[in-house]
């Protein structure tokens, strides 16, 4: 007897919304399609699909609804984001953590989650004192740190941001750089910079600096602080030594946030020297302190250009492969 699928619906009011999750000319749906194995069409308020998939498209629908009646924005890339990570855990609450968004105040601006991985990292910036953060390049690490301590800053919930970074020294001598310590490490701070200017007004910017509610701090000048009221973001953490990070971490205070950014497969120490940020994820992650989240972003997670991903993943595949001939000769 032939198996007859049945057809499913899935009804959405707002036309605005609507349009958002159908995309320009159906190509979102056009989207889904390839990833899955059903066929969907948009008739009225209405998306029809049937397939082997129906009931993961029925989720993945679900979840771009409510991140469109938030506000989010439904990129490229994020409804093959979403589809995996429904069909890897069908219970999975996806619209309750995608619609995890930061306000900048002032700006009138919010920013989304891009990934799953980047609203569970919303998540735990919200709830826990000291926050790891760590994967490969593109995946937002350091943008939404700096969008959530600018929007906790301007929010007058903590009264200071200071952005910190290991200076690992590439050929020439920090000492030997015009200017003051600020202007010696800001060269080493522009990717926050950046991400400062994309989010506030330069005018903004200029003044919290001035007023310095934002203040540059290199790590070799933070033994003896304690960070209380102050969000603190440790950026390219994977370069710090073992002493470095431990250092770091016993500097928070009272009502105090230490965020700590890196990318452990891509380290600049010297061979023998092992990365702070390396051990300190391997200690944590058998205490299970509360205080303390972990997120781990991967390949999948890169929000930059489609490219970037393949390159990850070209270079991953490369570099496994001269290991494995290492091996073999050795």
């Given amino acids: 007897m032939q198996n007859i699928s049945t057809e499913n619906k899935f009804i959405v009011d707002d036309e605005k919304i609507l349009i958002s999750i159908v995309g320009i000319n159906d190509k979102n749906l056009r989207r889904m399609e390839r990833i899955s194995q059903c066929s969907i069409r948009c008739e009225g308020n209405e998306i029809c699909f049937n397939g082997e998939d129906s009931f993961i498209i029925e989720k993945t629908l679900f979840a771009l609804k409510e991140i469109a009646a938030q506000g989010g924005n439904i990129y490229g890339n994020l409804i093959e984001i979403i589809y995996r990570t429904v069909s890897k855990n069908l219970d999975i609450d996806i619209s309750d953590i995608m619609t995890s968004n930061i306000e900048i105040p002032k700006m009138k601006r919010i920013v989304n989650p891009r990934s799953i991985t980047q609203g569970l990292y919303i998540q735990q910036l919200q709830e826990k004192d000291i926050i790891f953060a760590y994967g490969p390049a593109g995946t937002g690490k350091t943008y939404i740190a700096i969008a959530y301590a600018l929007s906790e800053l301007l929010n007058k919930r903590y009264n200071k941001i200071i952005l910190t970074r290991p200076v690992v020294e590439a050929g020439e001598s920090l000492g030997f750089l015009p200017g003051d310590f600020s202007q010696k490490i800001n060269p080493y701070l522009i990717p926050l910079f950046d991400a400062i200017n994309s989010l506030v007004s330069q005018e903004i910017q200029v003044k919290l600096t001035n007023q310095n509610l934002i203040e540059i701090a290199p790590l070799a000048y933070m033994r003896g602080r304690t960070f209380s009221d102050a969000i603190v973001i440790l950026d390219e953490a994977q370069n710090t030594t073992n002493t470095q990070m431990k250092m770091f971490l016993t500097r928070l205070g009272d009502r105090g946030k230490l965020i700590i950014s890196g990318d452990i497969s891509q380290t600049d120490l010297p061979r023998k020297v092992s990365s702070g940020m390396a051990t300190a994820l391997k200690i944590f992650a058998g205490e299970n ?23 990850i993943n070209a270079y991953t595949k490369y570099e496994k492969k001269e290991n494995d001939d290492g091996k073999e000769k050795e």
């Fill in 289 to 311: 302190i509360e205080e303390i989240g972990i997120v781990e972003f991967c390949d999948e997670d890169v929000v930059r250009h489609p490219v970037v991903r393949k390159i």
